[in-house]
């Protein structure tokens, strides 16, 4: 069973870029991080103070992705939605919304983590101050109570896509599993006007203005755009970024591909989200 360190401390944004999934922490402890081992590129990351998070098991929509973004209203949405339930308030934005200038930062609360992340992010559950939680204690998958943390919260209102990833806890991802049910089931949120599954792709202006996808997809066709310039070449560079993926069912696949069908410029992704486990890179 997953063991999880919960640690103390504070939310910052000011001066930083984060999004609904993304966001930095300080531990009121700083001890606490030697729970976790920090070995290649992330242990370059271990001293900082103020870590950058991977929010697990949720992706937000991408308000800033190298020079690109989807639809910001939605974006946004999420991002303010995580501030407000951490309480930090007086958000000001730079003008082109990719970074926050200023705000009432610092505000407290708790992480659970039970990993680093290859880019030493804090792989992490967050928690408001108000969570009955013990700083510095280790529990497991039956004791942290998930839908206490602002991951599920985002789930649970249809401001975030449910990711997983192959060693994402399966207690909790059958939790977030069943609110993005309910959540797709009675259209709320982005699951108003989600087109992963079936949309018409024209030029990167659908991307970033017309349609709201699943985010990792998002970001392997900017990737694409970037890289190319004949549109029949997708089919080819998606089955070549030989992603490993597993389903839910246990099914392995090599890529995002297999589970895609490209008709022209009409492309479907039938398999919902929440049934795909992606390998971590």
């Given at each position: ?5 919960v ?47 991977r929010v ?10 190298e ?16 501030l ?13 919304q990719?970074q926050?200038v ?55 209102e ?21 609110v ?5 089931k ?20 659908t ?5 709201l ?9 900017v ?17 070549r ?20 069908k ?18 971590p890179?």
């Open positions: 069973m997953t063991q999880y360190k640690i103390a401390g504070t939310f910052h944004v000011k001066g930083f870029s984060p999004d609904g999934d993304s966001i930095r922490f300080q531990a009121k402890d700083q001890s606490h991080w030697e729970f976790f081992t920090w070995k290649g590129d992330a242990a370059a990351k271990k001293d900082d103070k103020r870590k950058q998070l697990e098991s949720i992706d937000a929509l991408e308000t800033h992705y020079g690109y973004h989807q639809p910001r209203t939605f974006a946004l949405a999420a991002l303010e939605s995580l407000e339930m951490i309480g930090i308030k007086n958000v000001i934005y730079s003008l082109s990719t926050i200023d705000a009432d930062d610092g505000k407290s609360g708790f992480i659970a983590s039970a990993s680093i992340d290859p880019f030493g992010r804090p792989v992490s559950y967050l928690f408001p101050k108000s969570a009955k939680l013990t700083d510095g204690s280790i529990v497991d998958s039956n004791s942290l109570p998930i839908e206490n943390s602002l991951n599920f919260e985002l789930a649970r249809g401001l975030v896509y449910p990711t997983f990833y192959i060693g994402t806890d399966r207690v909790f991802a059958e939790k977030i599993r069943a993005v049910a309910r959540a797709r009675t259209k709320r949120g982005i699951w108003s006007i989600d087109r992963t599954s079936d949309f018409t792709l024209y030029d990167i202006r991307l970033q203005e017309d349609i996808l699943l985010p990792k997809l998002f970001r392997r066709l990737k694409f755009f970037d890289n190319n310039s004949d549109f029949g070449m997708l089919s080819d560079y998606m089955k970024q030989k992603d490993k993926l597993e389903l839910w069912d246990g099914t392995k696949k090599d890529s995002l591909a297999d589970l895609m490209i008709s022209g410029r009409r492309i479907q992704l039938k398999t919902p989200p929440e049934d795909i486990l992606f390998n890179k």
